[in-house]
């Protein structure tokens, strides 16, 4: 009975942190900052992110910014950091691609399935330099093959 319990237990601990993940995807609140940041630290960041250091993007993300990160896997995190420049996906599928980073499962049309042990879920990103020499962090994850 103490396995049903913590299982449980568990699986609220992870509904409470998507919940909380799709709260901050869904916020401005790094977007702000991001657009405060120069232009030097941007690159240095997507290069983290493309390198998949993602230990070190969690630790730039909390010398940044004080959004209570440390509860948040590096996973969750690399979902975080793909998705959050993509801002015209509606909630659901903001939702679905969080659960599919953070669960490793896969979005396949209109399943949703657990992930195949030869199938990945990469990140690719890149920087665009913007109007005025901003630069914008650009992200599209690959899931099943179909660039999303």
Same mark, same amino acid.
């Given at each position: 009975?103490?396995?049903?319990?913590?299982?449980?237990?568990?699986?609220?601990?992870?509904?409470?942190?998507?919940?909380?993940?799709?709260?901050?995807?869904?916020?401005?609140?790094?977007?702000?900052?991001?657009?405060? !940041?120069?232009?030097? @630290?941007? =690159?240095?960041?997507? $290069?983290? &992110?493309?390198?998949?250091?993602?230990?070190?993007?969690?630790?730039?993300?909390?010398?940044?910014?004080?959004?209570?990160?440390?509860?948040?896997?590096?996973?969750?995190?690399?979902?975080?950091?793909?998705?959050?420049?993509?801002?015209?996906?509606?909630?659901?599928?903001? !939702?679905?691609?969080? @659960?599919? =980073?953070?669960?490793? $499962?896969? &979005?396949?049309?209109?399943?949703?399935?657990?992930?195949?042990?030869?199938?990945?879920?990469?990140?690719?990103?890149?920087?665009?330099?913007?109007?005025?020499?901003?630069?914008?962090?650009?992200?599209?994850?690959?899931?099943?093959?179909?660039?999303?």
């Amino acid at each position: 009975m103490g396995g049903k319990i913590d299982i449980q237990i568990k699986h609220r601990e992870k509904v409470l942190r998507l919940r909380r993940l799709d709260r901050l995807v869904q916020s401005d609140e790094f977007t702000y900052i991001w657009d405060e !940041v120069s232009s030097a @630290e941007k =690159l240095k960041v997507t $290069r983290l &992110i493309q390198e998949g250091q993602y230990e070190d993007f969690k630790h730039w993300l909390l010398d940044h910014f004080n959004l209570g990160f440390k509860s948040y896997s590096v996973r969750a995190l690399r979902g975080f950091a793909s998705m959050n420049h993509i801002p015209y996906y509606s909630r659901k599928t903001r !939702v679905e691609l969080i @659960e599919a =980073l953070t669960e490793r $499962r896969v &979005i396949d049309g209109n399943s949703n399935r657990p992930l195949n042990q030869d199938e990945t879920l990469p990140s690719a990103c890149r920087c665009e330099e913007g109007p005025s020499g901003s630069v914008n962090l650009k992200a599209t994850l690959k899931i099943s093959g179909d660039s999303i």
